[in-house]
C-alpha cells in the first residue's frame, strides 16, 4: 500500500517546491518600482551612498529593506545600512547626554577712554582647561571690576563634537527675549562666528511658561566659545550651560535635512493632521504657529498608518513672538528618530489657523560592494522583494585595517531618477503569495483520487478475507 501512495506524495511535494523558490527568489530589478544610476569613483570596492528625499519618497516599506544595489548584470550587490554596519564594527557611539561646561564672565568689549585699560587675565593648566579667568578696568590706578556681559564656555575636556548648547536661566527669570552671537576659538586669541541671532527666551503668558533656552550651530571641534549679547548691554540671567554632543561620529557626520509640512483640520477631533512623503528618519519636530505673537501647549503624535493607534513623540510650550527685534520661534523638540508617516498635532488652546510642521532628520547612509562589472544603479520600492543581509561589518574592519583607522567608503552620487517595474512592484507576487496555483490543485485532487482508490482496494480485501 505504501509504494501505491509514495508517488502522490513525492508528485506533490514536487508541486509545492516551485511556489517556495519563488517566495525566496533573490532580489530582481523588476520587483523594485523606480532605480536610480549611481556614479562611482574607479578601483573602488566598497562604497556608501546618501539617501535623498526622492528616494524614500519611492520607498514601499517603512523599515527601508526594499533598497537594494544592483550591478550591470542586474545582479543585486552586498548592501547594509552604514549606520548598522558602524554598530556591528563597534565604531559607533550612541548620542550621550547633555554635559554642563565651566563657564566664566567676561566683560564686554567697546569704546573705552584713552586712561582705561581692560586687563583680562585667564589661566590654563598644560592640558588646554581654563583654572581662572580675572577681568577688570584700571583707570590710572584705581582697578575695577567690569560688568560681565559676555560668558566663556571651555570645552577643551570634552571629546568628540560639539553641536549646540542649553543653557540655565537664574530663577524667577522673565521678561526675557535676547540675542545671542556664538563665537569659537582654538587659542583664545582668533574667533570664528559660529552662529548669529539666536534667542533665548523666558516669559510668562498667564502662566504658561515660554522658554527658549537652546542655541544651535553646526558641529565644531573648538575647544572655547563665546556668548556675546547683541540686544543689549545687560549680561544674560544665565547660571550654567550644557553641551550638546554631536549624534554620529566624526567620520561619518553629516548634515540634517528638513521639510516642512502643511496639514489640515482633523475631522472629528481638534487637531492637524500631517502626511511625511515616505519613511522618513524623524529625529527632530518644529510646530510653527500661524498666527503672530501666539502661544500654545502642543502634543504631537505620529502613527506608521491609518489602521494604528497614534503615539505620543512630544509635547510641550510653542510661541511665535514677533516684535521689532525680528521673529522669536520656539525651540523644536528633540525625539528618538521614528519613520511614521502620518503625525498630528494637537493643540491648547485651539488654533484657528493649521501651524507648519517641520520634520527634521540625518538621511540614511547605505554601504554597498561594487561587486561585479557596472554601471551600479540603486532599486527602491517593492512589495514583492526585499534586501539580504550581509556581514559588511567585518569589510569594514578589514579594509580599515589595510587603509588606515579612520578610512571610510568613498561616497557614490545619485543619479536622475526613472520609473523601473512600476505600480506592478507595489503589489505582491501572484505565485508567491502562498494560495495554491490551478497546478497545484489538479495535483492535490489527484492525490486524493489516488488514495481513495488505495482505500477502496484495502476495503475489498478485507472483505474478501473475511469471505
Known amino acids: 500500500m505504501i509504494a501505491r501512495i509514495l508517488p502522490f506524495a513525492l508528485l506533490l511535494i514536487a508541486s509545492l517546491a516551485p511556489a517556495q523558490e519563488l517566495r525566496n527568489l533573490p532580489p530582481a530589478p523588476q520587483d523594485f518600482a523606480w532605480q536610480w544610476p549611481l556614479t562611482v569613483a574607479p578601483q573602488e570596492d566598497l562604497v556608501q551612498v546618501e539617501l535623498t528625499p526622492e528616494v524614500y519618497a519611492r520607498l514601499w516599506r517603512d523599515d527601508v ?37 565651566p563657564m566664566f564672565r567676561i566683560p564686554v568689549s567697546g569704546a573705552r577712554t584713552a586712561s582705561e585699560r581692560l586687563r583680562l587675565v585667564v589661566a590654563r593648566r598644560t592640558d588646554g582647561h581654563l583654572e581662572r579667568l580675572d577681568a577688570n578696568l584700571d583707570m590710572g590706578g584705581d582697578v575695577v571690576t567690569e560688568s560681565a556681559s559676555e560668558i566663556l564656555l571651555d570645552l577643551s575636556a570634552m571629546p568628540g563634537r560639539t553641536r549646540g548648547l542649553t543653557v540655565e536661566f537664574s530663577p524667577g527669570t522673565e521678561g526675557l527675549v535676547a540675542r545671542v552671537d556664538v563665537l569659537g576659538s ?28 537652546r542655541i544651535e550651530f553646526s558641529d565644531t571641534a573648538l575647544p572655547y566659545v563665546r556668548l556675546v549679547r547683541t540686544d543689549a548691554p545687560q549680561p544674560l540671567p544665565v547660571v550654567a550651560v550644557q553641551a550638546l554632543r554631536s549624534r554620529t561620529p566624526d567620520p561619518v557626520a553629516r548634515a540634517t535635512a528638513s521639510i516642512e509640512l502643511t496639514g489640515h483640520t482633523e475631522a472629528r477631533l481638534p487637531g492637524f493632521l500631517y502626511q511625511a512623503n515616505g519613511p522618513l528618519p524623524v529625529e527632530r519636530i518644529l510646530v510653527t504657529l500661524a498666527e503672530r505673537n501666539a502661544a500654545a501647549s502642543v502634543i504631537i503624535e505620529s502613527r506608521p498608518r491609518s489602521d494604528l493607534p497614534w503615539r505620543e513623540r512630544a509635547r510641550g510650550a510653542v510661541f511665535h513672538l514677533s516684535g521689532r527685534g525680528g521673529a522669536v520661534e520656539s525651540s523644536p523638540f528633540d525625539i528618538e528618530p521614528v519613520r511614521d508617516r502620518q503625525w498630528r498635532v494637537r493643540t491648547d488652546p485651539v488654533q484657528l489657523k493649521t501651524p507648519t510642521l517641520t520634520l527634521s532628520w540625518r538621511p540614511d547612509r547605505f554601504a554597498f560592494l561594487t561587486q561585479g562589472e557596472g554601471p551600479f544603479r540603486l ?18 574592519l578589514e579594509a580599515r585595517s589595510a587603509r588606515g583607522a579612520d578610512w571610510m567608503p568613498t561616497q557614490a552620487r545619485l543619479g536622475r531618477g526613472a520609473e523601473l517595474g512600476g505600480g506592478a512592484a507595489l503589489a505582491p507576487r501572484p505565485d508567491a503569495s502562498g494560495s495554491p496555483t490551478p497546478w497545484q490543485w489538479l495535483l492535490w485532487a489527484l492525490l486524493l483520487l489516488g488514495a481513495f482508490s488505495v482505500v477502496s482496494m484495502v476495503l475489498k480485501l478485507l472483505r474478501q478475507s473475511g469471505a
Open 65 to 101: 529593506a526594499d533598497l537594494v544595489v544592483f550591478n550591470g548584470h542586474d545582479e543585486a550587490v552586498p548592501t547594509a545600512p552604514l549606520d548598522a554596519v558602524l554598530a556591528r564594527a563597534d565604531l559607533a557611539r550612541a548620542p550621550t547626554a547633555p554635559v554642563e561646561v
Open 379 to 396: 532599486a527602491a520600492g517593492s512589495a514583492r522583494s526585499e534586501r539580504g543581509s550581509f556581514p559588511l561589518n567585518a569589510v569594514l
Open 186 to 213: 582654538r587659542d583664545l586669541s582668533a574667533w570664528t562666528r559660529l552662529a548669529t541671532a539666536q534667542a533665548l527666551v523666558a516669559l510668562n503668558d498667564n502662566g504658561l511658561r515660554l522658554e527658549r533656552r
